[in-house]
């Protein structure tokens, strides 16, 4: 009978131990399953972003095709082709405005390096030459070709840049 007790009370803390790592299991699999969920939330319009981004790129070229000389107003002038143009550039930066605050409520940023003044950093930017620049130091960012984008926090195109190097 003491036997049967002892083999009864090993029984029992077996199926306990076997019963808790179940448990420790089942939490571990639904931690998992809802970070594989989030993460396919936040990542989901990834290619859809990556094709977008060849759309703002046209429309950044857009905008700065036209000389900021053109852009000024004359008092006397109200018409005309002038008018047209600053009128056109204006839509268009107001589009843009508009589209990247729509983007960025949606996770996906644009970043310069350049605007920035940011040093080189090889997880976000792309070094497309070096080249010697007086009073910046070396590995600064001092050109960006290209500028980079971010998806919640992950970069979903590098930004294509100029390097100071000075030797």
């Known amino acids: 009978m003491k036997k049967e ?21 089942f939490r571990n699999l639904q931690e998992r399953t809802k970070r594989d969920i989030q993460s396919a939330k936040d990542f989901a319009i990834q ?7 060849e759309s703002i ?16 107003t004359h008092s ?20 843009e405005t ?12 644009r970043f310069d390096p350049a605007e920035a003044g940011e040093k080189f950093n090889p997880n976000l930017h792309e070094a497309t030459f070096f080249s010697p620049v007086e009073g910046k130091e070396d590995g600064a960012v001092f050109h960006t070709q290209q500028k980079g984008f ?17 030797s």
């Not at 979903?156 to 190097?165: F, P, Q």
């Open 57 to 72: 790129d046209n429309l950044d070229r857009a905008l700065t095709t036209v000389p900021p000389e053109k852009l000024k």
């Open 150 to 166: 971010l998806l919640n926090g992950r970069v979903l195109r590098a930004a294509k840049v100029g390097i100071v190097k000075h």
């Open 98 to 109: 508009i589209l990247m605050q729509t983007l960025k409520k949606h996770g996906l940023e």
């Open 47 to 53: 290619r859809f972003a990556k094709d977008l981004i």
């Open 5 to 25: 007790l002892e083999t009864k009370d090993r029984e029992i803390i077996d199926l306990k131990d076997k019963y808790l790592r179940s448990v420790a299991d």
């Open 76 to 95: 006397n002038d109200t018409e005309g082709p002038a008018r047209d143009l600053i009128n056109l550039h204006d839509g268009l930066k107001m589009t």
